[in-house]
């Protein structure tokens, strides 16, 4: 994008700010609207409260408007399957863009001119306004900053660290386009969350929908803990500071890095050492709601259950931050679809077979009781109380409250509708969840559903603290045990993990991703450590994020990987007639997969034409993004190599061109 662009659309977009927020002001308090200057905006603390809450819904992520909201994100997932299987899953058909990608600075620009304009006027005394609250709304922009460059760790490693608004010049703008390494992109995230976490209010506003202290630390815990384990799983490749291939080295300004701690070892050692102490803070201070185990009664409600759907977030102490609807003006289509068919996301067999039994077992132990997965009844019996109250069955009632029943709502559970063709009515694993669903059928007109979204939850720091405590040690302290003892008490498992980790062979658990670090199975210890955490966080959409930094895909490079659903062909065959579950690799009229491919439905494997048809494959490029060629011909002062940008590892600086060595 070109950078005298990104500058004007910048001033714009704050333009555009001031004349909506000054709009909310009393018509007599404002200026004429020809008047407003940034000169005379950020100066008061309303106004920059404003600013601030603006910036929520560009970088926070909630539901959107007609999907599945944040409980359809873990989808193209080994948790989640989607009818079309997504491109990073198909070697050579994702490709280096020409324009636009990852490499944006938009929101960066919208902070970054934020605190250039507050701090010093802040810091002369030149704000007007309650003085914590003034600190509180500084806090949220640090905050937002830097869960803005998460994003951008995330996605290319290596970026650029801007923290003025920078002027106009070409050649100012060239020299901050060079990449700083991985770790000095995550210690500027957790500097900025320091900052944050120092003034952040513990309570806002009351109704946690404002960040707070516990987010800032929640999320320090989560940045600190996916670097260190990047480092330690990527250590040695060319996806690291200073490992082999590493294209930084190639640029003179990153040619003689050294790590802070001395090492990559050492840094490695740091980061966990910082997830564990923001995690602790967390965890220690916000109890976990309550799980009753009821299922279906609007009188005993369950406020575990309920939180995930909750209209109000407020009173649940877990929820640390979560995005208010309001009906009939800010609306989603959640409840439509946790009440149907999840907008064709389907939990994989995978995620299902992932839950132990109630007693602890993994369904292949002996002694489990597992009953087996010829009825979706047999597949929750007896099992972790979070699958029983989670996993759909038919039958069962989605609506208990009839206030006005809306068009869309589904009242009673019907048995998967694996054969439909559209989005909004397609079950494509048979598997579907209920996380989310709200029995009020009134929010189930099309588009009128106006539940929260949980942003943070603060079982996250539990399971952050647990995997870096062992990640660092090898070992599972006294926090970790009772952390992990209270998240199975709360799961309705018996909290003996120990009797877990004896039972798990994990030549077993291999259609689980995160069994695998580098192709190489990881200990039972550390992969239910994994489990509990992928059981916990299902569908919330921090998946791909765990999977990326555990390294956990490398053994799809040579070896496919079949996403399947619910076992179709057995005795659930009988749900259906042979017009609805038409088969056949050559048959254009094919809706479901082949038995001679496997009992279990294959919903990316219905028909021979699809790329997807001989499974999901992985290329090691594939961890990180590509960047846009055009960012490169902006920057370069000849050829594209001379451009300080370098390009991430396997991947070409051609345009529409996939990685090399495929």
Known sequence: MNFKYIMNIGVLTVFSALVFLMSCKKALDQEPLSNITPDKYLQEESQLGAYAVARYTSILPSHGNWSFGTFGIDGNTDNMVLPDLDNKFLPGLWKVGTTGGDWDFGNIFQVNYFLNTV????????????????????????????????????????????????????????????????????????????????????????????????????????????????????????????????????????????????????????????????????????????????????????PYFNMFSAVNMASYSEVLLWRQYAQGIVTHN???????????????????????????????????????????????????????????EPGQKNVLLNFGQGDHATEIEPVPQVWESGYDKKYSSGYAIRKGLNYDAAQCGNGAGYTGSITFRASEAYLNYMEACYEKTGSVDALATKYWQQLRTRAKVNPDFQQTIAATIMSKETLDWGAYSANVLVSPTLYNIRRERRNELMAEGLRFMDLKRWRAMDQMISIPYHFEGFKLWGSMKQWYNDNQIVYGAGNAKAVVSDPALSVYLRPQEIRSNADSYNGARWVMAHYLSPIAVQHFVITAQGGLDTSPIYQNPGWPLTGGSGPTGN
Request: charged fraction near 20%; proline fraction near 4%; charge should be positive.
């Open 119 to 302: 701090i010093p006027r802040w810091k002369s005394g030149g704000i007007v306004g309650n003085s914590d609250n003034i600190k509180q709304y500084i806090g949220e922009i640090y905050f937002l900053r830097a869960y803005e460059y998460f994003k951008k760790l995330q996605a290319l490693g290596d970026f650029p660290i801007v923290t003025n608004v920078l002027t106009d010049n070409k050649e100012v703008l060239i020299e901050a386009s060079k990449r700083q390494p991985s770790s000095e992109v995550a210690r500027f995230i957790l500097s900025d969350l320091d900052s944050a976490a120092m003034l952040l209010k513990i309570s806002p506003d009351g109704s946690k929908n404002r960040i707070s202290k516990a987010c800032a630390q929640l999320l320090k815990s989560r940045v600190a803990l996916f670097e260190g384990t990047w480092l330690k799983y990527f250590k040695g490749t060319a996806f690291v500071p200073n490992g082999s291939g590493w294209p930084g080295k190639s640029k003179s300004y990153n040619a003689n890095y050294q790590f802070r701690s001395g090492s990559i070892d050492a840094e490695i050692d740091y980061l966990l050492g910082e997830a564990m102490a923001a995690a602790k803070e967390v965890a220690e201070s916000v109890p976990l709601v309550e799980n009753t185990g009821v299922i279906e009664s609007p009188v005993n409600q369950n």
């Open 334 to 392: 959640v409840p439509v679809y946790a009440q149907a068919n999840n907008y064709a996301v389907g939990l994989t067999r995978s995620m299902v077979e992932s839950f132990l039994m109630s007693n602890g077992l993994p369904i292949y132990a002996a002694g489990s009781n597992y009953k087996g997965d010829d009825q979706l009844s047999d597949v929750r019996n007896g099992r972790d109380g979070r699958l029983v109250l989670f996993l759909k």
